[in-house]
T-cell receptor, first 113, second 114 residues
């Protein structure tokens, strides 16, 4: 069965610090990978997605993620966080050709001004 | 287009009562999904529609749960004889083609069973 692990449940950073949130999945086949963000009081929004091609994917608001197939990982990065990045971040995996996602448990990021 | 709309935003009900939630997807999206999210967890898949056809139901969806999508437009999720364990955020999402497009989520309906 597919599963997704987000090892960091809570992360606190100061503004301008670099961010890396871990995401590992278990599935032997081809996958589609996603990061979603949920800002306080708002709905889940797609941050970035990977299907194929360049394993380094750039998303909105300066975020990027790198797919490392050998490590079954899809870590989210941002070189310099802002206070407005305070949110909960969810990694999700969908087996290629299927229609449902498996979500991780989320990482709550708090950025201190 | 205002995105995916869910109604109500909050619902408090007594145990044993029936509740129904509504989701209006983005109009051109033919795929609609229901997920459930409890505190400290990520969203969990419940069911999926392509147009009006319900193509899969999760084992999480007991026989007290039923979902419909008449005419392939809005969808309803009904929970009969609610239990305290049903308390959660119920999320609706829609997409144009499938998992590859990424979902657009609604704001959810928060159910509290007392």
């Amino acid at each position: 069965a597919q599963s997704v692990s987000q090892h960091n449940h809570h992360v606190i950073l100061s503004e301008a610090a670099s961010l890396e949130l871990g995401c590992n999945y278990s599935y032997g086949g081809t996958v589609n990978l996603f990061w979603y963000v949920q800002y306080p009081g708002q709905h889940l929004q797609l941050l970035l997605k990977y299907f194929s091609g360049d394993p380094l994917v750039k998303g909105i608001k300066g975020f990027e993620a790198e797919f490392i197939k050998s490590k079954f990982s899809f870590n989210l990065r941002k070189p310099s966080v802002q206070w407005s990045d305070t949110a909960e971040y969810f990694c999700a995996v969908g087996a290629s050709g299927t229609y449902k996602y498996i979500f991780g448990t989320g990482t709550r990021l708090k950025v201190l001004a | 287009d205002t995105g995916v709309s869910q109604d109500p935003r909050h619902k408090i009900t007594k145990r044993g009562q029936n509740v129904t939630f509504r989701c209006d997807p983005i109009s051109e999206h033919n795929r609609l999904y229901w997920y459930r999210q409890t505190l400290g967890q990520g969203p969990e898949f419940l069911t999926y529609f392509q147009n009006e056809a319900q193509l899969e139901k999760s084992r999480l969806l007991s026989d007290r749960f039923s979902a419909e999508r008449p005419k392939g437009s809005f969808s309803t999720l009904e929970i009969q004889r609610t239990e305290q364990g049903d308390s959660a955020m119920y999320l609706c999402a829609s997409s144009l083609q499938g998992v590859g497009d990424g979902y657009t989520f609604g704001s959810g309906t928060r159910l509290t069973v007392v």
